[in-house]
């Protein structure tokens, strides 16, 4: 039998469970584990420049492709707690990421030493399993645990703290016959399936929920495929955007209070059945329950049992894996087809679309400063449909949803439930990762760009190019925007004249020295026509040097965008013009009708 150190085999584990990248910061408690990652060498180690910073570099990397998991590591103490973070957003997107974490010696964890923090307690509520492992010789059954349940049932993160001495203690461990658990998902049954056919068969008006389940399971063909079977429109939620391309003739937008599109939510209210799959129902999505549910029948399918019935009662469950039940939709809507079993829906679809070509928003403005939607307009332009878009919260995030483009699965990468300021930089550099060939675009307002920007750092040292979208109104657009309702504007401006860059006028700090000074190339536009030009540049830029790249648009500093003031998806107020003539929203996916 071999013998090795605890954190040897930890290491062993993690090869053989698939693991190729690992981010994160060494130090002294968590340093025999990085001595046992470069004895046995196979696994590409990204130095994060702060450990939250790694957190969210794993989740963007395991968002990237299907089965990725994303590794982070860091030392005792401050480290955990930093990526608590990190284990929340993950845990509320369903992402599976694996946070190590170094501990203090067994023997003194519980007299306050140095940097000693019960780190397993802290880390409970946000993820799915986390453990101090106490014996040595339980590290090899943890570490397959961990991803026996980051794959299985609903995914999520966990975090492993692995005390110093429990790291050099040497164990017996045959690395040569590991095997990783078998993975459980619960698979729904025909019998379930034809009878949810069997309802949306019987109703008039149906659509889809496609949520970001769908994505985790790797099922996006499938789903079409049972779209056009039966005709169904489908609404992805922010989540499973992409999961049919934003041009499909049963894409009917996305609904919601904020992040949602003018058609998307005319069809959802003019609906009377919705077949929800691999989503939550997430508040922004559905906004008052009484409107999102009043003369609908719902039926939804989740991975997670518990999952059914915890917003609204849907009018029938089922407990299953998207692909599961999606290789059923369609084995049963085939048969069906075949047998003239279907009703015809395409004048619903047609009708889905037709709201497409008249309800848009504007996006056509030559003002300057510039209008933030010029800027999404002038994205749609530049950036092709191969485009991996990554972005958090804010306003930014908000226009871009309601207004760029995206054509396929994990092309839109997005922090859903948790929205931390800063996730956007150390997510890219994870996205561009995963994928280096790809071409991956950050969207930030400058608040998030401000959170975590030490992280561009490491794209420069790594040589990981992307290209970061920064628009810059020098405020908590977001924020003031809620701050309306209270009547106030109070602590969300960010402007002051900065002594050294004078010619920047109120919008404080100098974005492009910044990003300079940390090794990337950074281009400013105040001038809308500008725009296409230096997205070209950048492009270029990021190709040449192999460096993130920061695109800074200088915005007007007020710009009120589309979203509910009354949560209510029928009561979307449209703060800016819409659109009333083709030239208006020269990229809108559906030429507009007037």
């Known amino acids: 039998m071999a013998r090795m150190t605890a954190a040897r085999a930890a290491v062993e584990i993690l ?18 584990f990085y001595a046992a990652l470069k004895a046995s060498g196979g696994i590409a180690h990204t130095l994060a420049r702060h450990v939250e910073g790694a957190s969210h570099m794993a989740e963007g990397y395991t968002r990237t492709h299907p089965g990725n998991i994303g590794v982070c590591i860091g030392t005792s103490g401050p480290a955990g707690t930093d990526m608590i973070t990190g284990l929340y957003s993950a845990t509320g997107d369903s992402i599976p990421i694996l946070c190590i974490t170094g501990q203090a010696p067994t023997a003194v964890i519980h007299k306050e030493d140095f940097q000693a923090v019960d780190i397993a307690s802290i880390a409970k509520p946000v993820t799915k399993m986390a453990v101090t492992v106490l014996e040595a010789a339980q590290v090899p059954g943890v570490f397959q645990q961990a991803f026996h349940l980051m794959r299985s049932g609903r995914p999520g993160p966990v975090l492993i703290d692995l005390p110093i001495d429990v790291q050099l203690t040497e164990i017996e461990f045959d690395p040569e016959t590991y ?28 659509l889809i929920v496609a949520g970001g389940g769908i994505i985790n399971a790797d099922a996006a063909e499938l789903l079409v495929e049972f779209a056009e079977l039966t005709g169904t429109p489908v609404v992805p939620t922010l989540m499973g955007w992409g999961l049919l391309p ?17 058609y998307g939510n005319a069809t959802f209210l003019e609906s009377d059945f919705v077949l929800g799959i691999g989503n939550r129902w997430a508040n ?62 395409s004048a619903w679809a047609e009708a889905a679309q037709e ?23 002038e994205m749609n332009k530049a950036f092709g449909p191969e485009t991996r878009y990554v972005s958090t919260i804010g306003l930014s995030q908000i226009a871009g949803a309601q207004m760029l483009h995206v054509y396929r699965p994990r092309h839109w990468i997005n ?64 924020i003031r925007q809620a701050q309306r309702a209270f009547e106030i504007d109070f602590q969300v401006n960010l402007e002051f004249e ?17 990003a300079e000074g940390l090794g990337c190339k950074a281009i400013r536009v105040t001038d809308p026509a500008e725009l296409g030009d230096a997205f070209e540049q950048a492009k270029k830029l990021a190709a040449e040097h192999r460096v993130p790249v920061v695109v800074e648009a200088i915005l007007e500093r007020v710009t009120n965008i589309s979203m509910s003031t009354t949560n209510d998806i029928g009561n979307v107020v449209e703060f800016e013009e819409i659109a009333t003539e083709p030239g208006h929203a020269p990229t809108s996916i559906r030429t507009l009708k007037v």
């Open 415 to 478: 922090c859903g439930q948790a929205g931390p300021l800063g996730w956007t930089v150390p997510a890219a550099l994870g996205v561009a990762k995963a994928d280096p060939e790809a071409s991956v675009v950050a969207l930030s307002g400058d608040y998030d760009f401000q959170f975590m920007l030490e992280e561009l750092a490491v794209g420069a040292q790594h040589r990981i190019p992307y290209v970061h979208v920064l628009v810059n109104n020098s405020y908590l657009g977001l």
């Open 355 to 377: 709201r497409k070509a008249t309800l848009q928003r504007r996006t056509h403005f030559d003002d300057i400063p510039i209008k933030p939607q010029r800027v999404y307009e």
């Open 179 to 206: 095997e990783p658990l078998p993975v459980y998902k619960p698979a729904a049954s025909r019998a379930q399936i034809e009878k949810a056919i069997g309802m949306l068969n019987a109703s008039e008006r149906p």
């Open 284 to 345: 922004r999505h559905t906004g008052k329950l009484d409107v999102y549910t009043a003369g609908r029948t719902f039926v939804h399918v989740d991975i997670e049992p518990t999952q059914i019935g915890k917003i609204f009662a849907p009018h029938y469950g089922i407990a299953s894996d998207a692909k599961a039940a999606l290789e059923l939709f369609v084995e049963v809507a085939r048969e069906l087809k075949a047998a003239g079993g279907l009703p015809d829906r």
């Open 246 to 262: 934003d041009d499909h003739e049963l894409n009917a937008g996305m609904v919601g209070l904020q992040t949602s599109h003018r």
């Open 498 to 514: 900065n002594l050294n860059s004078p010619e920047l006028g109120v919008y404080g700090v100098d974005h492009v020295k910044v």
């Open 15 to 32: 090869k053989r469970e698939g693991v190729a990248d690992a981010f994160g910061v060494p130090g002294a408690a968590i340093n025999p």
